[in-house]
C-alpha cells in the first residue's frame, strides 16, 4: 500500500500539489470566480504559492472537488505543481480530492501535499483514504497498470495531532483492499475452503481473535441445512466461518452475517450467460464482514464483533438442490425452494437463526449482494438497506455516508408478507411478486426470531462492484460496506 507520512515541512518536491476551492465570496462580490487557495498554507520556496494562486485562474479551475490541474515547471523544484480542487472542503471534498490526485500523480514516485495550517481532522482522513482507495489494483489481473505512486508526504503543522487519523484511515483502507482482493479472486481459486483459509491466515497472528470454521460433516450434524443444499451440488464442500472479536471491557455485542457464495451458476435455475459473468463477486457480502471484523480488532474498536459466513458455491450437477425441494434450517423453520438462483437467503436464513439461538446478540447485521433488484431499484452505488428499527437504520445511514459510500432506506411493507406462504413448508424462498429486494429482506426477516427489532440487513449486489474507475474506486470489487461497518462500529465504542 502508499505509504503516507506527515511531515512538519516540505523537502524540495518533485511533485507538489496545493488544494483549492470555490471562491463564492468573490463571485458573491462581483470577482471572476475562480478557485482560490486556502488560507494558511505553509511557506515554500521560490513563490510556488503566488504561482499556484496565478495558475488557478489561468487554468479555468473551478476548485470543484475532484478537479485536478497539472502545471508543469521545466527545470524549475518542484517540476510539477498539481492544483487540486476541494469543494467545500469537507471530509468528502478531500476524499475525492485524495483520489483525484492518486490518479493525477500515478506517474510519479513521490508526491508532496500542502495542507494549511487550521486543516480539520477529517479534511486528513478524507485524503488519506481517497490516496490510498484510488490507488489500489487487483493483483491479478491489472498488475501492468500498478502506479508507480509509493509515498506521499502530507505537510501539516502538527504531525504528531493527526497520527490516529492517518492509522484509522490506513486501517479502513487495508481492510477496504482486502476485501477487493477476496472479492476480485476468480472462483477456480475462490473457493468455500480458500476463502476460510484466507481468514485464518489473516488470524494467525491474532491470538486475540478466535476463529472456528464448521466443515459439512459438522454442518450437518447441527442441522445447517440451508448452506448444506446451495454447497451440496459443488465438488468444493461448503464451510461456516465463525470469527469473534472480544475485546475486555465490550458493552455492545454485534453479530455481522455476510453472504458467501464463491460462484453463482443459478444451479439448476440456471442463469443466462450475461447475469453469470460476474457472479464470482458472489461473497462480496462475507469479504466486507471479514475485513470489518478484521479492521475493528486491528483499532482495539472496545465492542464485541461476532462474524459468520455462510459460504458455499451453488453449482450445477446431479448433487445439486432442485427447485421444489423442501429443505429445513438451522433451528427447524422449512422452506420451499423456488428457485435454486435464490440461494443467498438460504445460506443466510441458516446463520441468522444460528445466531439468534446460540449467540444471542444485541445487534445483528447482514450484508449481502442479494438480489439483481437492488440495481433496479436504485442504481449501481446504492446498497438497499433494511430495517424495523428505525435507530438502528438512522445510525447505519448515517455512518455509511459518512464513510463515503451510499445506501437508501426501503420499505418492509406487512402486507408483502403473505407471499412468502407455501403449501408444502413453512416459507417460500422466491416469490414472483415482483420487489424482488424487497422480498428477499422479508424473508430473511423471519429468521430473527426475537431479535426482529435489532435486525439490520443491506443488499449490495449493485454497490459492491464498479464497472470502471470512479473517485476513489477503481474498476472491479469495491469493497463495498468495510468503511461504512468500520464507522459504525467505531461509534458504539
Ligand atoms: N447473486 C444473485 C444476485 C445478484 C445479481 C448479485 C446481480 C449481483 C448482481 C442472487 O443469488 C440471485 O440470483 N438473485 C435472484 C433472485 C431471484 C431468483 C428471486 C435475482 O436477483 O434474480
Ligand atoms: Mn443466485
Ligand atoms: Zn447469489
New binding site residues.
Partial sequence: MLAIRLVSGPERPDALAVPIHPARAAEAEGGTGAATLPAGLPALDDDVLAEAAALAPAARATGRAGEVHVHLRPARTPGRLLLAGVGDGDEAGWRAAGAALARAAASETHLTIVLPGDVAAGAVRGLTEGLLLASYRFRVTEAGDRPALTDVDVVVTDPAGFADVVTAAEVTARMTHLARDLTNTPSSVKNPQWFAEQVEAAVADRPDLHLRVREPDELAAEGFGGILAVGGGSASGPRLVELDWRPAGARTHVVLVGKG?TF?T?GISI?PRA?MKL?R??MAGAAAVVAATLGAAALRLPVRITTLVPLAENAISGSAFRPGDVITHYGGITSETT?S????RLVLADALAYAVAELKPDLLIDLA?????NAVALGKRTGALYSDNDELAADLLAAIDAAGEAAWRMPLPADYVEHLGSEVADLYS?PSQGA?SVLAALYLREFTGDLRQRWLHIDM?APSWADGDAGELSRGATGWGVRGLLRWLGTLA
Avoid at 438462483?341 to 443467498?344: F, H, I, K, R, S
Avoid at 449482494?369 to 433488484?373: D, E, M, N, Y
Fill in positions: 457464495i453463482d443459478g442463469k447475469a457472479m463477486k458472489d428457485n438462483d435464490a440461494e443467498g449482494t442479494l438480489t439483481g433488484a422466491a424482488g449486489s
